[in-house]
């Protein structure tokens, strides 16, 4: 399976990146899948302005940006995993955009296998977590996509996440067992 690793976290090296960079090692420890990383929040990837030439030009936008290269490596990929900070109870922004986007080839991108990582300040449990996973199970049910796990961490500062062995254990584990 190839799988694909969406950073959406501005922060390079911030806890989301941590916990996609633990899941893509126990990915990479089972020799069984491909899986590339790519950062998100570093690419130019502008908000789709709703002029639909996309459904009129197979899925080309009219936007010249790095979503198109972007859009290819989803297409490509049999998974895809949704990393993200929480932003006001949501995904940050440039996460949104990359998903926003894939309105120019929903035929195309439909009956994938999908992950979502989000990492908040507010503890386990707390409506934020919900809000995300419900977000996505929406998304997934529309695009025919299997919903594979919505996993959560609570930590903050930036880097907190490595302090915590447990966490860090549990997003290698699910990378070893996808």
Known sequence: MSILLLNGSPRAKGNTATLLRQLESGI????????RYVDVARLNIKPCIACDYCHSHG???????DFSALMEQAL???????????YWWNIS?????????IYSN??????????????GAEPLGDSEYRLIQEQFACIAQHLGWELLFAE??????AGAVREDAAVMERFFQLGKNL
């Open 28 to 35: 990479e420890e089972t020799g069984a899948h491909s899986v």
């Open 59 to 65: 899925g080309a936008c009219v936007q010249k940006d």
């Open 76 to 86: 490509e990929a049999d998974c895809i995993v949704f990393g993200s900070p929480v």
């Open 93 to 101: 922004a440039q996460l949104k955009l990359f998903i926003d986007r």
């Open 106 to 119: 929903m035929e195309g991108i439909r009956g994938k296998k999908i992950g979502v990582i989000a990492v």
């Open 152 to 157: 959560f961490a609570s930590a903050y500062p």
